[in-house]
């Protein structure tokens, strides 16, 4: 694999999956010695490498990146090499398949290196961040996940300023150097790709766990923060001891190390990073008390150190054979760490709750990714820059890809899949084939191992398939016909697409919602009262008997595969379903639809009108979905937290998916007007929830608590919603009461935004006080930009509001967490206040874009699929959206980062 960057002609190259060829030379063993200074750091590498006899003798080329090379030894010895762009390339290494040994020597300047791979400084202490290609801005390598090598790495540094220095594996010596200075040596046990190398050295304290696994093996678990942070780390730590536990009771796997390390940095590209024993995390993934982080921050830290640690094993022992596998090791973490929080949520409607989450997120965020320009197969064939691929796509489609092999071989097949991947598997580097063949051969005549090679399209096909259902009752047969048909629209580069294999979960209820038992045409007796339906041909009929009255269809339960179905479920049978369908999912589901109708309904109809100052008057939600809201959150079962769910509206990136054409303020009118109207009709059904709900003792982070906050949190954004609307004064000096006597961060917050959304003139004060009671906590002042930036539109007010900010002292565009919480929740979570019809917002996000693009081109890449969609805009968005891409796009020092995505978004214009 070449750079993507050919130095000559400064055209990208284009990276193609059918053109892997395994490494020319295998790496042994590493030794790397590092004379760690922020200017000017030194980089020692000894490797033992030695031909592959598999592949015809051809030069070494070694990966480089922004490295200063002053020396080149082959046995001990001086050496011919030359540059190639940034590739090192030894045409003269020994003949033979005798190991050589390679000595490199170079040196990079860590302080300057602002785009935080590699080797970079992070308020005084050294991180590294490797994957995908950062290790060779670290030093000349095979920088491939396939070349799998032993390191043992000498870290030398200044004492009083870097007293801790971590890397990989054990800690096998230690000691003091002269001038001030002193040494660790690490060695790690296990063979690995480079990208999972890691270093940090700086000024940092640990919280420290000692721990016997089940299998009678003793571990030390620590982690590290910046002195004044370690109370906060208590929940990472029973988080990393839940996640270990859990990963040994549900699929045997234990922990392989005597040392687990996690160590937080406050500039991180990404959320966290699964180095071998030596987890580096964002401070916004470890670090939490109650007064500074919600009950999302803590559920986000559950999950994240689970994903991390999961990968220890999906990852780490079996990594990937090349970048294109990615899913491999992404989307089977994922689908674990799902499974984590699922079975520590341990109550049925709680988990109900996160699978609710989870497929929220892809719907909102990865279904636009699957139909716009960035549009991939969960393996891509192609890509210029990978960090482009770390997508939704490739982390939430490839789960649910993983989801549907469980869902088709069961709960203990999976189990045994995964045994039968290990056995097969441990230290390798394989493909998405190899995981599905497990998966299939642990489990001879399920459905998957019957239909492997069709199911594997899910790997191969980009695209949302589309499951349209239409069923038709015969009073005198007494059965009911369900037929599936799908479709797959086109994707780029990818015009006609084949049938899927599609895990459709399904149930029928009687016109009173009570199940019904299923049996199918052929069968002798009915077998259960849900049941999976595969539909593997473009159209296919199941046709259940023994049915008395036409029944209520209550289709793809759970989830059960990532598709879009449409069906022509009246309006009655919505609100059958979400009073009684036994599956938590498709009850929420319904709610979702019928609502989803309406807006759709009222955004089309052109006798709706909105008033000068953006608003509709007119109501928008029928009687029926007024009671049935009310009957949810008035309901004595139903937990909290489900109908907190099902009385948010669809958000509006998820309205906008479902037109062909989208006029963006229009959505936004339709969504609000809705949203006031739930507020005043049900206001005094919101007025019991927030009186029955807010107050929920002393502070805890479980599933049960965390949903009685987040309905009193809605509650009181919607009370002072209603409030706007009459003037009443008594909710928002109610809520700023609550906002100043919160116990926890997540009430502080709720009151605070209900404020800030509802316009009202408090808010000002709120944020002002909020910002000196915490303007020394990064991670909250985060938040309180990202409400700033994220908050409802009034007028155009909060475009102003952001451009405002970015001038804020503690404003810093070069911190990735900051510039999130600004930038992006403005242009990419704010599409009410983005999509203005005076293009400035547009206007602002170009500009930013180029500005990132020069410090940081991975976050600058991000900010760029925030127009994904513009050949979906009305005009004149779509014209202004066009420009600002073709802006950025005519500058002509452009990283291939944010090259490669413009390029894609302007592509077939
Ligand atoms: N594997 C890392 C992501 C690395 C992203 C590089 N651009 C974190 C994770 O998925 O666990
Ligand atoms: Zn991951």
């Known amino acids: 694999m070449l750079n993507a960057q050919d130095a000559t002609t400064s055209t990208p190259t284009i990276i193609r999956r059918e053109d892997y060829i395994p ?68 045409e003269n290494l020994p003949e033979g398949n005798e190991p050589v040994e390679l000595e ?148 045997g796997l234990s922990l392989d190390l005597d040392r687990f390390m996690i160590v937080a940095t406050s500039d991180f590209n990404m959320g966290a990073m699964e180095n071998k024993g030596l987890n580096v995390f964002n401070t916004k993934y470890v670090l939490a008390s109650q007064s500074t982080a919600t009950d999302t921050d803590y559920a986000n830290i559950e999950s994240v150190v689970g994903h991390e640690y999961f990968h220890n094993w999906t990852g780490n022992r079996v990594t990937c054979r090349d970048w294109f596998q990615l899913s491999l090791k992404e989307g089977l973490t994922v689908f674990r760490d799902q499974e984590f929080s699922m079975d520590m949520a341990a109550s049925p409607s709680a988990r109900a709750v996160k699978r609710i989450e989870d497929v929220r997120v892809l719907r909102t965020a990865q279904f636009p990714e699957d139909a716009g320009p960035m549009a991939h197969p969960v393996r891509p064939d192609s890509y210029i820059e990978i960090n482009n691929f ?26 045994k899949g995964l045994a039968l991947y290990f056995e097969r598997h441990d230290g390798q580097a394989v493909t998405c084939d190899d995981f599905a063949q497990a998966m299939a051969d642990a489990n001879p005549g399920s459905e998957l191992a019957q239909r492997l090679e069709q199911f594997k399209r899910w790997y191969s096909q980009a695209g949302t398939p589309h499951v349209h259902a239409t069923g038709s009752y015969d009073a005198q047969a007494r059965s009911y016909t369900l037929t599936l048909t799908q479709s797959c629209a086109p994707t780029p580069g990818q015009g006609e697409k084949l049938p899927f294999v599609i895990p459709v979960q ?7 919602g009570q199940p019904l038992a299923l049996r199918l045409q052929g069968e002798s007796s009915p077998a259960a009262e849900s049941r999976l339906l595969v539909l593997h041909e473009a159209s296919q009929s199941f046709v259940f008997t023994d049915i008395d009255e036409q029944p209520v269809p209550s289709l793809l339960r759970g989830f059960s595969a990532p598709v879009v179905l449409e069906s022509d479920t009246s309006d009655q049978d919505l609100l059958t379903l979400l009073a009684h369908d036994a599956d938590a999912f498709n009850r929420w589901e319904a709610g979702q639809r019928l609502a989803l109708g309406i807006a759709l309904n009222a955004i089309a109809d052109s006798t709706i009108t909105t008033s000068a100052g953006g608003q509709i008057e007119a109501r928008l939600l029928p009687p029926s979905f007024i009671e049935a809201m009310r009957g949810v959150l008035r309901h004595a079962e139903l937990d909290a937290a489900f109908k907190e769910l099902v009385l948010t509206l669809p958000g509006e990136s998820y309205i906008a998916e479902q037109l062909e054409v989208v006029d963006p303020q229009r959505v936004h009118a339709v969504r609000e007007a809705m949203r006031l109207q739930l507020a005043t009709e049900l206001q005094a059904d919101w007025q019991w929830a927030w009186e029955a709900h807010h107050d929920t003792g002393a502070y805890r982070p479980d599933p049960l608590s965390a949903g009685r906050r987040a309905l009193s949190g809605l509650a009181l954004g919607m009370l002072c919603l209603a409030a706007q609307a009459t003037g009443d004064e008594v909710w928002p000096g109610r809520t700023l ?71 804020h002292a503690d404003f810093q565009i070069k911190n990735p967490n900051r510039a999130r919480s600004l930038i ?73 980062d944010v090259r490669e995505v413009v390029t894609r978004a302007l592509a077939a214009d």
Not at 392 to 402: N, Q, R
Not at 506 to 512: A, D, E, I, K, Q
Request: overall charge positive; aromatic content about 10%; some cysteine.
């Open 737 to 807: 009461q609550r906002f100043k006597d919160a116990g926890n961060m997540t009430d502080r917050v709720s009151a605070l935004s209900a404020l800030v959304n509802s316009g009202h003139p408090l808010a000002a004060k709120a944020l002002a006080r909020f910002h000196s009671q915490f303007q020394h906590d990064a991670l909250v002042l985060d938040k309180w930009f990202a409400l700033q930036a994220g908050a409802c539109d009034r007028g155009g007010n909060v475009l102003p509001a952001v451009k405002q900010l970015m001038k």
């Open 506 to 512: 399904t149930g029928l209820l009687n016109r009173n």
């Open 390 to 415: 770390y997508t939704l796509t490739i982390y939430e489609k490839g789960a649910e890809v993983v989801r549907m092999q469980h869902n088709l071989v069961g709960r203990d097949g999976f189990a």
């Open 104 to 251: 490199i020597f170079t040196t990079c300047a860590p302080i300057k290196n602002t785009k935080l791979m590699g080797l970079y400084v992070s308020q005084g202490t050294f991180f590294t961040q490797c994957e995908a290609e950062g290790f060779r801005r670290i030093t000349y390598f095979l920088d491939r996940p396939d070349v799998m090598a032993s390191y043992s790495v000498t870290l030398r540094a200044d004492k009083s300023l870097y007293p801790v220095l971590l890397s990989n594996g054990n800690l096998v010596e230690q000691g003091e150097l002269e001038g001030g200075r002193h040494f660790a040596r690490w060695v790690d046990p296990h063979k690995k790709p480079s990208y999972l190398f890691a270093l940090v050295a700086g000024n940092l304290v640990a919280r420290e766990q000692k721990i016997k696994s089940r299998a009678g093996r003793d571990h030390l678990l620590q982690v590290f923060v910046r002195p004044g942070d370690l109370e906060k780390t208590e929940h990472a730590m029973n988080s990393l001891m839940a996640s270990i536990a859990w990963d040994e009771a549900r699929f």
């Open 23 to 90: 490494p020319v030379y295998w790496i042994d063993s590493v030794d790397l010695t590092f004379d760690l200074d922020p200017a000017k750091t030194r980089v020692l590498n000894r490797m033992r490498i030695r031909r592959n006899p598999d592949v015809a003798a051809q030069p070494l080329r070694l990966h480089g990146d922004e490295l200063n090379l002053a020396r080149v030894l082959v046995n001990g010895g001086g050496t011919s090499f030359k540059m190639d762009g940034n590739q090192l390339v030894l």
């Open 824 to 896: 992006f929740s403005y242009c990419s979570a704010n599409p009410g206040a983005f999509h203005r019809a005076d293009a400035a917002g547009y206007v602002f996000w170009s500009e930013r874009v180029i500005e990132l693009d020069a410090i940081n081109p991975q976050v600058a890449a991000r900010l760029v699929r925030a127009l994904d969609r513009w050949k979906k805009l009305a005009e004149p968005y779509r014209t202004a959206a066009r420009e600002a891409i073709a802006r950025i796009a005519a500058k002509p020092e452009l990283s291939n």
